[in-house]
C-alpha cells in the first residue's frame, strides 16, 4: 500500500481556484454533508470549534470518500498534538498565528520525522500508516503532507518574508479577523490599513513562490482575494450557513431580515 495521495496539496499546482468552507460542527455527520456538496476543500477547526481528537478522527473517517480534501487546524503549536493530528491521519495541517520564521521552521520539524524533525514513530499503532500497510511509510511520509501556517497579526506580517521563506511550509493563511484586532480594527477587516496589510502578505508570499489562503464569507470579498492572488478561499462557514438559512426560513413567515455572512470571522 501506499501513502494515499494528498489531493489538496496536488490541487495547489494547479493553481485554479479552490473553493472551501470551514466544518464547526465537531461533527462527522455534519462534516460529512459539507463535503458532498461540491466545495474543494474543507476546514476541520481544532481551534475555535469544539473539537477533541477523536471528534476530528470521526470527521477524516466520514470525508474520506468524497472528493473534497480535509484541511486540519490544530488548537496551538504543540509539537505533541501535531504529532497525534498527523498520526490519525490528517496529511494538511494549518497552524494559527504563526510570526517568525522560527516559529514556522519549529512547525516544519514537529512533522518531520528525525533527524529532520521531531515527529515521533507510531508505526503499526496509527492510522497514518494504515497500521502498518503503507509501504516506507517513515521515508515517505514528509511527500504527502502540507503545512499552512496563518499568518494574522501584526507581528507576522512584519516577519511574513522569513515565515514565506521557511522550506518545509507549504502555504500561508490569512486571518482578517484576528489581524483587524490586532491592528486596533476590531470587527473591520476591511478597514484600508488592514487590506494593505493583506495585500502586503499576498504579494510577499507569491513572491517566495508559494500559495495563499483566507477566510472570506462575502463574496464580494472572496472575489476581491482571489483577484488579488489568494487561490484557496473559505467562502463559507457551516456553522453560520445554518443560522443564515434557517433565519432566513423563518423570516418569510414572521417578516424578519436576512443576516448577511460576517466579515469578522
Known sequence: MQVPTNTFKQAMTHQAPMWGCWAGFATGYATEIVAST???WLLIDGEHAPNTLPS???QLQAVAPYSTAPVVRSVNHDPA?????????AQTLMIPMVESGDQAAALVRATRYPPQGVRG???GVVRATRWDGVDDYLAKAHESLCLIVQVESPKGVEHVEAIAETEGVDAVFIGP????????YPGNPTHPNVQS????????VHAAGKPVGILAPVEEDARRYQKLGCQFIAVGIDISLLRQGALATIGRYKEQPAERPSRTY
Open 38 to 40: 461540491g466545495f474543494d
Open 56 to 58: 476530528i478522527l470521526a
Open 81 to 89: 498534538l501535531i504529532k497525534q493530528l498527523l498520526d490519525i491521519g
Open 121 to 123: 514513530v507510531g508505526g
Open 177 to 184: 479577523a484576528d489581524l483587524s484586532v490586532g491592528m486596533g
Open 197 to 204: 496589510a493583506i495585500e502586503r502578505v499576498i504579494q510577499t
